[in-house]
């Protein structure tokens, strides 16, 4: 027989064995996956460009299918959820060739979160159809659920499969929280997570260990897979408690110091967490002997636990200020570890307790685990401050920080974020209504509500111009206190720009040049507002207050130069030049000679004055004395008081060599 006889043979028997194998096993209610469809969806651009996501990922569309028991029965009335995936920041880690062979933008790597895409009821015959939000939503989950049955969720990946979510019925969890003589806590702060399965055990023997059962294996749960959409989502609407930003389910002790989780299937074992203000944390759960334990929930139990909270340690103090009456400092953040525990695995590591100074000054934390502790405060007058070696059940502690200020801003008429999210604020010390001292410019990030802090501000009166990208606002005075947080509002406008240019004498551009641009205010000094290099031998800057500036400039080989005063204007451009910068004239002494030509070997002092200016001392070492081009005045005297005088002219650049003939007395 030829070898393609023998091939097909070959291949009808596997053919014949496959379906066998697919007549003997039974049906399992699982969606089947297959390739997505890479065709833009109706009413899309096909011409827009991929966005990078798996290879599996369907996109949008109307999705149905079917809600079932876990006996194969319809159930109506379902809450459904489709579940899309919104990408965040990409990563890209693709082999790529030269030819760009290898490379698919299908394939690279999202990273990004849960969200829910539509929403609906299962009808009559269990039978759900749902449409998602958008033509691209990346559809990857369908979530169901019912107040008896527990959620499941059920991978998906196109539009044209039935999707097919069997629910089980869910167990609950009654928990009381108890303090260490067995009264009820409330408030006490639960978070319960859902992890991912433990394996069935078998039955254990007096005094050997649990077991599993041999050759299970249990799927990783999806819902351990979904991250924070579980708390965020899930949570509010299947068992009615506050949404939460992290991935577990978060709730509070009731006045009897009873909470409730379910209905929860057993593909998932509970870890639970709770804590109190005044007692230590409890992020585990032990039987009689210690053991830890993790309860998975049976179909329809309803399993009660008891949590006894354990006493901690505490301290207690002051938190003032360094000035001689050692003033209190309100509203100090302050977080306390315990020093043995970073010795810990991080997920075993006692949690840090948290407290806020009073007015007084004072402060408690509680619930504290192993001595010694270090604590870190955080206010805005002083940064940060860090206290080590605490021992436990500590009062009257005085911690002693230095008095500073804070400044807390508030930036209005922004109609778009700055670059960054930074703005940029100039700070002036005021006296008497007239700037003193150094000026300093910091930056300062953006919240999204458009504030921003900047600590550890020395008390004084302050002048502030902020700037924002290209939005400016007027300047602010305002006083920073000792141990407190100033609240300034600054009100942006359309800001103005300018553009300037510098050039030679004789007209052609110079570039680089370095300018100084300063504000003009009446009856004060210019004061230094930015500082900029030119490109291509143009000056800008933007997002200006309004008012009078003077651009002063320099360059290499050039001597510095002043604009003329100009205005600039909310969301006008100003421009400014061409400033006329001059190469320096240069004056070098050739010879001194008496009234009757003889040399002379003596020193002289050199006077020295440019334009209308009088005569000044300089200092000849070596080379050239550089002034500036235009009318010069020079004095000369020797030690016998014989002096020389001369006014000249020189050109930009000029060097002259200058004849020094000393007169008689």
């Keep these: 027989m030829r070898l393609a006889g023998w091939i097909a043979l070959l291949a009808l028997a596997v053919a014949a064995v496959a379906l066998v194998l697919r007549l003997a096993r039974p049906e399992v209610p699982l969606v089947v996956l297959e390739a997505p469809d890479r065709r833009p969806a109706p009413g899309t651009d096909a011409s827009a460009p991929l966005t990078a996501s798996g290879p599996d990922a369907p996109t949008g569309g109307t999705y149905w299918g079917i809600v079932v028991d876990s006996a194969g029965r319809p159930i109506e009335g379902a809450r459904v959820l489709l579940v899309r995936y919104e990408s965040g920041t990409g990563v890209s880690v693709p082999r790529f060739r030269p030819d760009g062979s290898d490379f698919d933008p299908a394939r690279v790597v999202r990273i990004g979160d849960y969200h829910v895409s539509g929403e609906t009821r299962s009808g009559p015959g269990g039978r759900f159809e749902v449409t998602a939000g958008t033509p691209r939503d990346e559809v990857r989950v369908v979530v169901a659920w019912t107040e008896e049955h527990a959620p499941a969720y059920t991978f998906t990946a196109s539009p044209k499969d039935e999707v097919r979510v069997v629910l ?140 006894a909270l354990r006493e901690g340690h505490w301290i207690a103090g002051r938190v003032v200020g360094d000035d001689r009456a050692q003033t209190p400092i309100a509203g100090v953040v302050i977080s306390v570890r315990s020093i043995p525990s970073y010795k810990k695995h991080p997920y075993y590591d006692s949690k840090p307790r948290m407290a806020i100074t009073d007015t007084d000054g004072s402060f408690r934390v509680a619930g504290l685990s192993h001595a010694p502790f270090m604590a870190d405060l955080h206010h805005a007058s002083f940064g940060h401050e860090f206290q080590g070696q605490v021992p436990a059940d500590t009062r009257n502690l005085l911690w002693v920080v230095r008095s500073r200020g804070g400044i807390l801003g508030t930036v209005r008429g922004l109609d778009e974020r700055p670059p960054g999210g930074r703005v940029r604020l100039v700070l002036e010390p005021m006296e008497a209504g007239r700037p003193v001292g150094a000026r300093a410019t910091v930056e300062a990030m953006l919240t999204p509500d458009d504030t921003f802090l900047l600590e550890k501000v020395d008390p004084g009166t302050y002048r502030g111009t902020l700037r924002a990208g290209s939005r400016a606002a007027q300047p ?173 002219v020189l050109a930009d650049g000029e060097r002259h060599a200058l004849e020094v003939v000393l007169g008689g007395r």
């Design 168 to 307: 089980q019925a869910g167990g609950r969890l009654k928990g009381t929280v108890v303090d260490p003589r067995g009264q009820p806590v409330a408030g006490a702060l639960v978070e319960v997570y859902l992890q991912q399965p433990a394996p069935r055990a078998l039955a254990p023997e007096p005094g050997k260990p649990v077991m599993a059962v041999p050759g299970e294996v249990r799927r990783l749960s999806a819902a351990a897979t979904l991250g924070d959409f579980i708390g965020r989502v899930v949570g509010p609407r299947v068992y009615g408690i506050e949404p939460t930003d992290q991935v577990a389910l978060r709730m509070a002790t009731k006045p009897d110091g009873t909470f409730h989780v379910g209905p929860v299937d057993d593909s998932v074992q509970l870890e639970v967490v709770i804590t109190h203000p005044d007692y230590m944390w409890t992020d585990f759960d032990e039987d009689d002997k210690g053991f830890v334990q993790r309860p998975v929930l049976r179909p329809g139990e309803v399993l009660e636990r008891t949590y």
């Design 476 to 648: 602010v005075v305002f006083t920073v206190e000792p141990r407190s947080v100033a609240r300034v509002q600054f009100e942006c406008g359309g800001g103005g720009a300018i553009e300037a240019r510098a050039s030679d004498a004789q007209g052609r551009i110079v570039d680089p040049v370095t300018g100084s641009l300063r504000r003009l205010a009446e009856g004060e000094e210019p004061s230094p507002v930015e500082d900029m290099v030119s490109r291509a031998g143009v000056m800008t800057a933007e997002g200006l207050p309004a008012g009078r500036y003077v651009l002063e400039v320099s360059a290499e080989g050039f001597l510095p130069s002043s604009s003329e005063p100009f205005e600039v204007r909310d969301g006008g451009l100003a421009r400014v030049g061409p400033i006329v910068i001059q190469r320096p004239a240069r004056l070098s002494v050739g010879s001194v000679r008496d009234a009757a030509g003889r040399m002379l070997q003596v020193p002289i002092a050199l006077e020295v004055g440019e334009g209308d200016e009088p005569p000044k001392p300089v200092l000849v070492l070596r080379g050239d004395i550089r002034v500036r081009p235009g009318r010069v005045r020079v004095r000369a005297r020797d030690p016998q008081d014989r002096t020389f005088e001369a006014e000249l």
